[in-house]
């Protein structure tokens, strides 16, 4: 092997007691793996608050945490849509972490693409940009996202069809020279897509901070408690299980054994399309956001996850905790790990509420079938190791 490499490790999240705060704890634990090996340069986060890293660790600007109370305050009086709001963060980001680009670095790994400054520089310089992916490819996202729209007579833009910031993705894309997918969707979608770098299938799961819970022994009864939790946005595919719930009353004649509670936020947009052909669904709960997690998994019987794209929805994992059988479409990550062995879920198509409604229907007909399920799922999750992927993921930066 040849001369250690410097490697900074960049995410666009910020610290938390624990690690880090979405992609954030993917890039904690990796920085802890490689400065143990004498290989990470610094992890630079958004901001680190009052918490301290094992490893050289610091905030993309010790006035990051201002500028965000800043154009926070100015939100709040002045109210900018979400997804510019949000782009304007990442602009802002990118400008301080290209001053980090200084000293000896080999190789700049992110875990956010909207970096085109940094990642002008740091070719400059000669290093060597390798990204990792939260979500698919963000052109396929946003041709998914901009047909479903087209179909349920959505206008409004989100982050994910906002021309300036796919505009800013594609030039920044350019630069980057691996992009490493750790879901089959990620992967699959970057094959498949302009991308003229390489793609490096390497498969792994952020496994969340969960509590230990024995595995439960869920009494059956006469009613199937139906779960979904997500902040909803159009292409978590809520239309689609809701579909499926209108067409299941009206196979059944409303059994009052069917229950389907909706918990979460619901984006503006899609809150009016729901309440415009929805709230005459029978047996359908809003909850709307919750506050405990747990009482609402432990009080369920079956979760469907009916995203069109995802990455790796936590929920997904939280249900799978709780030893809830999910149902969950091909295009969302979690579905790989679930799927293991003796499998703890069922993957369906995107955008097939015959098939949502397929598998309740299996679900409330075979309880048993449906428990062993959730109890595959619980044993996949809670037998996979994250530092496993973690290990893998550093000895590909050693060697690359």
Not at 126 to 133: D, R, S
Request: hydrophobic share 40%; aromatic share 12%.
């Amino acid at each position: 092997m040849g001369d250690k490499k410097n490697i900074l490790v960049v995410s666009f999240q910020s610290l938390t007691e624990r690690s880090g705060a979405g992609m954030a704890r993917l890039g904690y634990y990796l920085s802890n793996e490689l400065h143990k090996r004498g290989l990470l340069k610094e992890f630079i986060v958004y901001s680190k608050g009052k918490f301290t890293t094992p490893f050289p660790s610091a905030a993309v600007s010790p006035l990051s945490r201002y500028f965000l109370f800043v154009l926070n305050k100015f939100n709040k009086y002045f109210p900018i849509k979400p997804h510019k709001f949000r782009f304007v963060q990442e602009q802002l980001f990118d400008w301080f972490c290209a001053k980090h680009l200084e000293g000896p670095v080999d190789i700049l790994f992110v875990t956010q693409p909207y970096l085109l400054r940094t990642f002008q520089k740091a070719k400059k310089l000669g290093m060597k940009i390798i990204f990792i992916p939260a979500n698919p490819e963000e052109n396929y996202i946003n041709s998914i996202v901009t047909e479903e729209k087209q179909r349920v007579g959505i206008e409004e833009d989100d982050a994910y069809t906002y021309k300036k910031r796919i505009d800013y993705y594609n030039k920044a894309i350019q630069y980057v020279d691996v992009v490493v997918g750790s879901y089959p969707t990620v992967y699959e979608s970057y094959s498949r897509s302009a991308y003229k770098g390489e793609v490096v299938k390497l498969i792994g799961h952020l496994k969340p901070d969960f509590k230990p819970v024995s595995p439960i022994d869920r009494p059956i009864g006469p009613e199937l408690k139906v779960g979904y939790l997500a902040h909803t946005v159009i292409l978590k595919g809520l239309q689609y299980l809701l579909d499926a719930w209108e067409m299941l009353m009206k196979e059944t004649g409303n059994d009052p054994n069917l229950k389907l509670y909706i918990a979460g936020g619901i984006d503006e947009s899609m809150h009016e399309y729901v309440v415009k052909n929805y709230l005459n669904i029978k047996n359908v709960q809003f909850v709307g956001r919750i506050g405990n997690v747990p009482d609402f998994m432990k009080d369920k019987d079956l979760f469907i996850v009916p995203s069109l794209v995802d990455g790796g929805p936590y929920t997904a994992l939280e249900a799978a905790h709780y030893c809830l059988p999910v149902i969950i479409t091909a295009n969302a990550g979690s579905g790989e790990l679930l799927g293991r062995d003796n499998s703890g879920c069922h993957i369906i198509p995107i955008k097939d509420a015959a098939s949502i409604k397929k598998e309740i229907l299996w679900a409330y007909h075979n309880r048993e079938e449906a428990k062993q399920l959730g109890l595959n799922a619980k044993h996949n999750l809670d037998h996979y190791k994250m530092e496993d992927f973690i290990s893998e993921l550093a000895d590909y930066l050693e060697k690359v």
